[in-house]
């Protein structure tokens, strides 16, 4: 072999050599732990998105599944809380091997972890606090846990849809049915993510919006100014697959639980109709009170049904809150003014009707499913109103993945979602997601001012 063929190996081998060795450093930094099938059983116990096989217990009586999830007390990234003056202590391995355990030497963080899963006893010996579940784990959810203890709170955990350098929202709008709605709605959201994107992105994160039609997108962290079917709210297993649906554009019938996955930006159809059917508790007495609501959204209201088949007498003075269509209500309008009733006072659900109507002797009320202030600004900025909603989405999530840090999971997210009561995506319309709030705005109301059509009569909803 030449010297110079010599020369070419040994370079060739100290370079390889090197790698390995960089390699193996890198292992060491992060630790000996692997991601495996094992610590993604552990992160699913955790987040309680798979139910322990024997239930735990508080006091002797078993815990529903959702509520024996470590994560609902230890934090989504497991750095403890405090609730009702019960404290819940960091359970990061990180934390634990950076500060010891606390008053005990020779038990190490594993240990600590060990006695509180298996035996809910301290490292000291002591049984913990009541509140803290008894569970009996089976050798199998053990060490999976085992195995995913290194991983809580690690920025380095695999997340579906997040990379070191990308955050992928998906975007679904099969729930709209108008096709121009749909285009401007997604054109709204995109300009949101250029715009962030140009800045830097959130925490050094370029944002990658991804549309789907008719299927839950399989790679994305979040969904993100999107609106279901009906059937696919109910089919997709949001919780199941960690999947964070923020700031979305449905039209829900009734209203969105606060614990669930499942963040609408609009009120619900629920929370307008009980917003309509309170304006019409204050009609004037002389005014006979009826609801004409063929979908049932106000519940069981003690009135009576305002349609078409009851023969009202000729000179009745007749208040209506409807909940139908506007060409529906104005055949009603119709029937009733051939009969000779008199109608005082209409208050209809938002989206139904273009302008209001035209009449000086009728009170006729919009209940608002946007601020004023958002339809304003689209009007302002000669906008459509969906591609202000599609802005104003993006930047509802866009905020609540700055607010997360760059150490998010699918929970820091929906906990941080819960923290924007008050923030203005839109200047005049703030949100009021909160810990009993799912839904971003709640209907306008204006019992207590002249009935706000009058103030806007220029306004178009859709």
């Known amino acids: 072999m030449s010297p110079r063929n010599s020369l070419i190996l040994l370079l060739s081998a100290a370079t390889w050599m090197a790698a390995l060795q960089s390699a193996c450093t890198a292992r060491a930094a992060q ?11 552990g992160r699913a116990l955790y987040y309680g998105t798979q139910p322990f096989a024997r239930a735990a217990t508080v006091s002797g009586a078993p815990l529903p599944a959702f509520a024996s999830a470590c994560v609902q007390c230890h934090g989504p990234l497991g750095e403890g809380s405090r609730e009702a003056n019960v404290a819940a202590p960091d359970v990061r391995l990180s934390t634990l091997r950076a500060k010891g355990v606390k008053g005990v030497t020779g038990v190490s963080a594993e240990d600590a972890l060990h006695n509180a899963l298996r035996n809910a006893r301290g490292a ?17 959810e053990a060490a999976a846990l085992d195995a995913f203890w290194p991983w809580l709170g690690n920025a380095a955990q695999p997340q579906r849809g997040l990379t070191a350098n990308e955050v992928r929202l998906g975007l679904v709008l099969d729930g709209l049915t108008q096709a121009a709605a749909r285009t401007q709605v997604a054109a709204g959201a995109q300009s949101v993510i250029d715009a962030t994107n140009a800045a830097g992105g959130v925490h050094g994160r370029r944002l990658r919006l991804i549309p789907s039609e008719r ?21 997709w297993p949001l919780r199941a697959q960690r999947l964070p649906s923020i700031a979305t554009l449905d039209f829900l019938a009734r209203d969105a639980d606060p614990a669930g996955w499942h963040w609408p930006l609009l009120p619900s159809l629920d929370q307008q109709a009980r917003i309509a059917v309170e304006l019409l508790k204050t009609a004037p007495p002389d005014c006979t009170r009826a609801i004409h609501d063929p979908r049932g959204l106000a519940g069981s209201v003690d009135m009576p049904e305002a349609n078409s088949a009851r023969p009202w007498p000729a000179g009745t ?14 055949a009603l309008r ?14 209809e659900l938002s989206g139904m009707r273009a302008r209001p109507l035209d009449d ?3 009170d006729h009320r919009l209940v608002l499913f946007v601020p004023l202030a958002v339809a304003d600004f689209a009007q302002q900025q000669a906008q459509s109103l969906w591609f202000v909603l599609g802005q104003t989405a993006a930047r509802t999530t866009v905020e609540a993945l700055a607010r997360s840090g760059r150490n998010v999971v699918p929970e820091s997210l929906l906990a941080q979602t819960r923290t924007l009561t008050g923030y203005a995506p839109l200047p005049g319309a703030p949100l009021a997601f909160s810990r009993s709030s799912a839904h971003g705005w709640l209907p306008e109301s204006f019992a207590s001012s002249p009935p706000v059509v009058d103030q806007h009569p220029r306004k178009e909803l859709p």
Request: hydrophobic share 40%; proline share 8%; charged share 20%.
């Open 31 to 41: 630790g000996a732990e692997s991601w495996s099938d094992s610590a993604a059983q």
């Open 124 to 140: 000291d010996g002591r049984a913990l606090h009541p509140a803290m579940p008894r569970y009996a784990p089976t050798a199998e």
């Open 215 to 235: 299927e839950q997108p399989s790679d994305v962290f979040a969904l993100v100014a999107s609106a279901l079917t009906s059937g696919q709210q109910q089919q």
């Open 317 to 330: 003075r007749l208040c209506v809150a409807a909940f139908a269509p506007a060409a529906e209500v104005d």
């Open 334 to 347: 119709t029937r009733w003014r051939n009969a000779g009733v008199d109608l005082r006072q209409l208050i």
């Open 360 to 362: 000086p002797r009728l």
